[in-house]
């Protein structure tokens, strides 16, 4: 594939030049089953794993025997703590489980790469000349975005991590803003549009090696 023009914009939503960038040195090919795999680990990490019930051994009550088994008329029963009794344990209690696992560090490596070309592919990504921040003002913050006509999920990249940029933008639905390092294949397919700095972008296309893996 030939390289795609990005047109570059500043913060008053002015186009102020172009970016040339081409996908296929980026990844060289999209493969849905790694993107697939690498999300579906990464929103397995972001599980608690904290569900908690009382099995029949940990609720309150004495183990007894209710009433003798036969004779009664009533159906046999064991002691109260019994599952099927109301106040008793739950037969398949749920337990505190880790799901976190990793896939190989290059596989994920490979899959950020397939992300962001999937992204500029579809002419999802925008970049823009420059965004810094004296001081946290979400109002500012939105303002950039209302010029460059962004609206819903965005992921905002930028080259460095900026304290009073982040707090800038972490206020406003649905927006996320990461240093470019620290992007994955699920932060940059989990919104519909990526905003890049120019210089977060030359940061990211220098840290792919010379042989792009697939």
């Known amino acids: ?20 960038v081409d996908p ?13 795999d690498a999300v579906v680990m990464y ?8 569900a908690k019930t009382k099995s029949r051994a940990e609720v309150s009550g004495h183990k007894k025997k209710m009433y003798r088994q036969k ?11 019994s599952g099927v009794r ?11 489980k880790d799901w976190s696992y990793r896939l190989p560090r290059k596989a994920l490596q490979v899959a950020t790469r397939m992300a962001v070309a999937s992204k500029i592919n579809d002419s999802k990504v925008m970049l823009i000349d420059d965004l810094t ?19 819903g ?7 460095s991590y900026n304290s009073d940029l982040y707090k800038s933008f972490r206020n406003i639905a649905g927006v996320r803003i990461l240093p470019v390092a620290e992007i994955n294949a699920y932060e940059v397919l989990r919104p519909k549009r990526i905003l890049m700095t120019k210089s977060a972008l030359e940061k ?11």
């Not at 929103?43 to 904290?50: D, E, K, T, V």
């Not at 109301?86 to 505190?96: E, M, V, Y």
């Not at 999920?153 to 080259?159: D, H, P, R, S």
């Open 24 to 36: 296929s040195a980026i990844a060289h090919r999209i493969s849905a089953q790694l993107l697939h």
């Open 43 to 50: 929103r397995a990490n972001l599980r608690q794993g904290s």
């Open 86 to 96: 109301r106040g008793g344990g739950h037969i398949f209690a749920k337990k505190p």
């Open 133 to 151: 921040a004296d001081a946290p003002k979400t109002k500012d913050a939105a303002a950039v975005l209302k010029a460059l006509s962004i609206q």
């Open 1 to 20: 594939m030939s390289s795609i023009e990005l047109p570059i914009f500043d913060k008053a939503g002015k186009e102020v030049g172009t970016f040339a």
């Open 204 to 214: 990211f296309v220098a840290s792919i090696p010379v042989k792009t893996q697939s």
């Open 153 to 159: 999920t965005v992921l905002v990249a930028v080259e």
């Open 71 to 81: 004779g009664t008329g009533n159906a046999r029963a064991g002691h109260v703590r």
